[in-house]
């Protein structure tokens, strides 16, 4: 079992930066990759990004590749998501999600989720 939080999100303009960060309690943190996904109101869940849990390979969503990055820390048990150069359309609830082994870019694939964290960009 593994319990997710997520915490770092906020109100920002166009242009601006937050780290999203995601506490994992238990001690197979390392055993899992770790994904975020968003939601945006009226729409589906969609993948952002995720990070395999042992080589630390990552993979993005193209929308976000070049300003988003992915990070983790097994020492801590918290996955990143460091968002530069945010805009508009990146407002949405984030997510973390981790599931056994290797990534993937379906929510369906994913184990465990955290609460969300609210993410608002101002045009």
């Known amino acids: 079992q593994v319990q997710l939080v997520e915490s770092g999100g906020g109100l920002v303009q166009a242009g601006g930066s937050l780290r999203l960060s995601c506490a994992a309690s238990?001690?197979?943190?390392?055993?899992?990759?770790m994904g975020w996904f968003r939601q945006a109101p009226g729409k589906e869940r969609e993948f952002v990004a995720a990070i395999n849990r042992s080589d630390g390979s990552t993979y993005y969503t193209d929308s976000v590749k070049g300003r988003f990055t992915i990070s983790r820390d097994n020492a801590k048990n918290t996955v990143y998501l460091q968002m530069d150069s945010l805009k508009p359309e990146d407002t949405a609830v984030y997510y973390c999600?981790?599931?056994?082994?290797?990534?993937?870019?379906?929510?369906?694939?994913?184990?465990?989720w955290g609460q969300g964290t609210q993410v608002t960009v101002s045009s």
């Open positions: 238990g001690r197979t943190f390392s055993s899992y990759a």
């Open positions: 999600a981790a599931r056994k082994f290797f990534l993937s870019t379906s929510a369906s694939q994913y184990d465990y």
